[in-house]
């Protein structure tokens, strides 16, 4: 209960039970003891200060530990990466950059990671916050750690559908890597769609009035995923979002040809300096 409710509320993955039952005063409660003990833990805030104070101390116990900047997709660097994810993509550049979003470049340091979650979930979807798609891309060669995880690849859509990743399914730090794994290579990228492709006439026609009722039919649901824990080095990563613009796209999945010229080698050596 009690791990559960720190995970659900508070966002925390890897909670040190040991230490909050020492502050209860009994190191060696029972679990019993310690969750009847919870309701006055919350009500006098007790939780939530020691909480606090533990993540001041471990950060790696959040959900996430990272730290984030944005860069527009602009100048010879812009060009490159542009042409690049059209041509991975299959989708036009003209189109791609409709996206409402820059590129997100991200540092995990280590013990960094990201817990299991998806990139539009069905509360986003009705707010008229959708990402299509996402392509996330490796800046550097990670030793140990670090892998790109879907553990719901290949699980049925039923038994997707059903279970709740983020609080059940998502162990201390998404350290489980079932379903697809994918380790950390400098250069490498990876595509998928966060939403249902035959959902996007739809979220096209509602886009303008930001008032749909269907994200629960229309999220990927197998497309929840997790950054496992950096267990030697750092790892440097970069998010694309193809992210529905407020009243919708212009000419819906026009594909423009895509270029030979994927541009100049050191385009990435650029991206991961800029880091």
Not at 109 to 132: F, K, M, T, W
Not at 170 to 181: E, H, L, N, Q, W
Request: hydrophobic content about 40%.
């Amino acid at each position: 209960e009690l791990q559960n409710y720190t995970r659900h509320y508070m966002g925390i993955f890897d909670f040190d039970y040991a230490g909050f039952a020492q502050q209860l005063g009994s190191a060696t409660a029972a679990e019993d003891t310690i969750n009847v003990a919870l309701g006055d833990a919350v009500k006098d805030g007790a939780l939530f200060d020691y909480c606090n104070e533990m993540l001041l101390q471990q950060p790696w116990r959040w959900m996430r530990h990272s730290k984030i900047a944005s860069r527009p997709l602009t100048g010879r660097l812009g060009r490159t990466i542009w042409r690049r994810l059209s041509l991975m993509t299959g989708i036009g550049k003209d189109f791609l950059m409709q996206s409402r979003e820059h590129l997100q470049m991200v540092h995990y340091p280590l013990q960094g990671h990201y817990s299991c979650h998806l990139d539009s979930d069905e509360y986003a979807i009705n707010q008229g916050d959708v990402r299509l798609l996402t392509v996330g891309i490796f800046l550097n060669d990670v030793p140990e750690g670090g892998e790109l995880v879907f553990p719901a690849a290949g699980v049925p859509k039923e038994e997707s559908e059903r279970t709740n990743w983020r609080v059940e399914e998502c162990p201390a730090r998404c350290v489980r890597k079932d379903g697809i794994s994918i380790k950390a290579k400098k250069g490498d990228a990876v595509f998928w769609y966060n939403v249902r492709p035959e959902k996007m006439d739809d979220i096209q026609a509602f886009m303008a009035t930001n008032k749909m009722d269907f994200g629960e039919e229309a999220v990927l649901r197998q497309s929840v995923h997790c950054g496992a824990p950096v267990t030697s080095g750092e790892k440097l990563f970069a998010n694309f979002w193809l992210t529905v613009p407020k009243g919708g796209f212009v000419d819906l999945f026009e594909i423009d040809e895509a270029p030979d010229e994927v541009g100049a080698p050191g385009a990435l050596d650029d991206l991961r300096v800029e880091l």
